[in-house]
């Protein structure tokens, strides 16, 4: 059992019961002045109600701090050695970019999911394609990662194999134009993603974007149909596996998704976050292969929480060689049944990585990475009790499925 769990367990503040406590307290406190009669009482309790209202305030950010300080100690803060084989012989580098955003780095093959560096800046204003609204600061950020990542800022050497896109809302392509357009992704790169990001890309780039592989939903896998592997070059290759798209929120037991339609006209240029329609959403399993084509480490990428058995690939294909490492989401995990555990359950992967975790739509990516805010949305103490009890019964005693959750810009290497 993963280190990183246990801790976090152990001293996780739940900040929902807390909250739930101090407005029991704070309308306890004024019902007997609302009891009684007239004018004059009724004024006390609105004016007894609002000065605790503004103490209620208070404390809640104080415990927000709080939470921040303890968020801090147990997550994966800096770049990590991770050794899930006893005598390992081969290593892969995994980069966490924040969201569903990974470099994944074996030899000189360099893959990137999901690219998304702006966080709040979307979703208060138009996107980060319009240049204008890149602060020098956040500049800098997505300079410090890619040179990380591939050794330099920007990509005119081929250094990125493919780009790889698992569904078309903002947060996990509205930066892609930028990327393209001041050079840190060749305009000439392999692209795969579904048909909606396909015209998303087109529409706000251009059509000098050659090589996107249109529509990767027309190649998915699912549970019980084959797919088609598309090759990225002779060493690597992924299968789009038919997904889902969890719900965002849920109010008064009515779950709520938000742009999750697809726009599957041509060249659709997109303005504000919530034009961003999924598309399908897609899952992916990725092959490093070895020289004689046999598969030396596979990858299994997900970007959304999803009720079984989408994002399930078909057995036979597991058969030929299992999951080494599964990338699952941990946003909304609530709102879906059994997530992440029916996946689990069927890869049986050896370690899982949690992405998505980060509160992306409030905080600046310098402010997630310095202080590791969270997505208060979901309690990730319940979701680690679901992902430690189907480890005990897959497990057993002695563990062999490890997982982590990793910092935005924190790389780790994976021995095996
Ligand atoms: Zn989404
Ligand atoms: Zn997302």
Request: glycine share 8%; charged share 20%; proline share 3%.
């Amino acid at each position: 059992m993963s280190r990183f769990f246990k801790n976090w367990e152990k001293s996780s503040t739940d900040v929902g019961l807390f909250v739930a406590f101090l407005s029991r307290c704070v309308i306890f406190s004024s019902y007997p002045a609302m009891m009684q009669r007239g004018k004059k009482s009724v004024l006390i309790a609105a004016g007894r109600f609002g000065s605790l209202f503004v103490v209620f305030l208070l404390i809640c950010s104080l415990a927000c701090q709080g939470a921040r300080f303890h968020w801090r100690r147990h997550i994966c803060w800096n770049d990590t050695a991770i050794s899930i084989k006893a005598k390992p012989t081969d290593s892969i580098m995994v980069h966490y970019t924040g969201c569903s955003g990974f470099f994944i780095t074996k030899g000189k093959n360099v893959l990137l999911f999901d690219p998304f560096f702006s966080y709040n800046v979307a979703l208060r204003s138009r996107l980060i394609s319009d240049k204008r609204k890149i602060s020098a600061k956040l500049a800098n950020e997505i300079d410090t990662v890619f040179s990380r990542a591939i050794s330099k800022t920007r990509d005119h050497d081929s250094a990125i194999s493919a780009l790889i896109i698992d569904h078309a809302h903002v947060d996990h392509i509205g930066d892609i134009p930028y990327l393209l357009d001041k050079g840190y992704l060749r305009k000439d790169m392999k692209i795969i993603g579904n048909t909606t990001a396909g015209h998303y890309i087109r529409g706000n780039v251009g059509e000098d974007i050659t090589n996107i592989v249109d529509g990767a939903e027309d190649s998915a896998a699912a549970w019980l149909s084959e797919g088609k592997w598309i090759y990225v070059n002779g060493h690597t290759r992924v299968m789009p596996i038919v997904s889902e798209h969890g719900p965002h929120i849920k109010v008064l037991g009515l779950k709520i998704s938000f742009a999750s339609g697809r726009h599957e006209m041509k060249d659709r240029k997109r303005g504000y976050p919530l034009c961003y329609g999924t598309g399908q959403t897609l899952s992916y399993l990725v092959d490093f292969l070895n020289g004689d084509s046999s598969v030396n480490f596979r990858i299994y990428h997900s970007s959304a929480s999803m009720n079984a058995p989408n994002g399930f690939p078909p057995a036979s294909v597991l058969a030929e060689h299992g999951v080494d490492l599964a990338i699952l989401c941990a946003a909304s995990f609530n709102q879906v049944h059994d997530h992440p555990n029916s996946i689990i359950r069927y890869l049986k992967p050896r370690h899982i990585i949690f992405s998505h975790w980060e509160g992306f739509l409030f905080s600046s990516y310098a402010g997630v990475k310095k202080h590791g805010w969270k997505n208060f949305a979901y309690s990730y103490r319940k979701l680690f009790k679901r992902v430690n009890h189907t480890l005990h019964d897959l497990n057993g005693k002695n563990g062999d499925i490890s997982y982590s959750i990793p910092n935005v810009d924190t790389r780790m290497k994976f021995y095996y």
